[in-house]
Nanobody, 113 residues
């Protein structure tokens, strides 16, 4: 059984930073691709960033490239999303996903202008 628990969301002013964490239970974390997704009101869920099982390969949505960094600590079964230079358009519920199969409950990120 895989469970994912996100934390670190909140309210921040434009230009600020937040760091999201996603703690995973289960034994397949270290061999799984992990992703961060987001869904804004009235919009479809979109992939923000993904990282390979060993952390050597990452990819980002064009809208966050250069501002967000995904990383992981396999010893802690945790994946992170460092978000810098936040913009109001980054406001959304952020979800982590394991293999695009298992999902966390989401954490709200709100960026004020």
């Amino acid at each position: 059984q895989v469970q994912l628990v996100e934390s670190g969301g909140g309210l921040v002013q434009a230009g600020g930073s937040l760091r999201l964490s996603c703690a995973a239970s289960g034994s397949i974390f270290s061999i799984s691709t992990m992703g961060w997704y987001r869904q804004a009101p009235g919009k479809q869920r979109e992939l923000v960033a993904a990282i390979s099982s060993g952390g050597g390969t990452t990819n980002y949505a064009g809208s966050v490239k250069g501002r967000f960094t995904i990383s992981r600590d396999n010893a802690k079964n945790t994946v992170y999303l460092q978000m810098n230079s936040l913009k109001p358009e980054d406001t959304a519920v952020y979800y982590c996903s394991l293999r695009s199969t298992y999902w966390g409950q989401g954490t709200q990120v709100t960026v004020s202008a």
